[in-house]
């Protein structure tokens, strides 16, 4: 059986497990704390970082490389395309997703996790949710009509649904101003995968 060091609340690791519901692939779970330096994961992996996923004798410890490996391995372009455009332009919004919205969210999230209320730093969390104003706005005209980042419903989506998720829950939700997103949030929520791979928790401060 295949295994994933994971941390419920990470948006790499949440995106690996919607993957994993969507193609139906059964793992076991051993999870990490922050902060915490996993022995096995120290061992696994070169940037000590999760998802490390372990299929017998291969170890993959880059959530990109995870999404590719389980796409040819076990479900072949069920979640990337095998046209090279489309595959590309579905890629660069998965990048998107993890360096720029993952970037601005974390100004929110590292703010209000780390502190509580009456400490957070105001500044810093309108700087995150302008920036992540922007992020929603490139990211509507991008979806324009269509019902999924993809061709159909693809890595990306996966990728998207847990930043859009770690949004939701600290307090930055997509919201009306954003129709098509608001629309496409909804029926990614509505995959059973969205409900299996959901975090058990989110850090708060005390
Ligand atoms: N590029 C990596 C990034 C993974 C990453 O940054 N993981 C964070 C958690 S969100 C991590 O493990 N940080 C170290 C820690 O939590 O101790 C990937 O896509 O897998």
Same mark, same amino acid.
């Given at each position: 059986m295949?295994t994933?060091?994971? /941390?419920?609340? =990470?948006p790499?690791?949440?995106?690996? /497990?919607?993957?994993?519901? !969507?193609?139906?692939i059964e793992? #076991? %779970?051993?999870?990490?704390?922050?902060?915490?330096? +996993?022995?096995e994961?120290?061992?696994?992996?070169?940037?000590?970082?999760?998802?490390?996923?372990?299929d *017998? $004798?291969?170890?993959?410890w880059?959530?990109?490389?995870?999404? $590719?490996?389980?796409?040819s391995?076990?479900a072949?372009?069920?979640?990337?395309?095998?046209?090279?455009a #489309?595959?590309?332009r579905? /890629?660069l919004? +998965?990048?998107? %997703?993890?360096?720029?919205?993952? *970037? =601005?969210?974390?100004?929110?999230?590292?703010e209000?996790r780390?502190?509580? !209320? &009456?400490e957070?730093?105001?500044?810093?969390?309108r700087?995150?949710?302008?920036?992540? +104003?922007? =992020?929603?706005?490139?990211? #509507?005209?991008?979806?324009g009509?269509?019902?999924?980042? *993809?061709?159909?419903? =693809?890595?990306?989506?996966?990728?998207?649904?847990? /930043?859009f *998720?770690?949004?939701?829950a600290?307090?930055a939700?997509?919201?009306? !101003?954003?129709? %098509?997103?608001?629309?496409?949030?909804?029926?990614?929520?509505?995959?059973? &995968?969205?409900?299996?791979?959901?975090?058990?928790?989110?850090?708060r401060?005390?």
């Open positions: 295949l994933l060091y994971q /941390r419920t609340d =990470c790499f690791c949440w995106k690996v /497990r919607i993957a994993l519901a !969507e193609l139906d793992y #076991q %779970s051993v999870d990490t704390v922050l902060g915490e330096k +996993h022995p994961v120290q061992r696994l992996s070169p940037t000590g970082t999760v998802p490390v996923l372990v *017998g $004798d291969v170890v993959i880059e959530s990109a490389v995870i999404f $590719d490996y389980l796409d391995r076990y072949p372009e069920k979640l990337i395309s095998r046209d090279p #489309q595959q590309a579905e /890629r919004l +998965h990048v998107y %997703s993890d360096k720029i919205v993952g *970037g =601005c969210l974390k100004e929110i999230v590292f209000k780390s502190k509580p !209320e &009456s957070w730093d105001a500044d810093r969390i700087e995150g949710e302008n920036h992540w +104003h922007t =992020c929603q706005t490139w990211l #509507q005209q991008k979806l009509t269509d019902p999924f980042f *993809g061709a159909r419903y =693809c890595a990306t989506d996966c990728a998207l649904a847990a /930043r *998720g770690v949004a939701e600290y307090g939700a997509v919201n009306m !101003e954003f129709p %098509s997103l608001l629309q496409w949030y909804k029926a990614v929520t509505e995959r059973p &995968s969205w409900k299996k791979a959901y975090p058990t928790s989110f850090i401060s005390e």
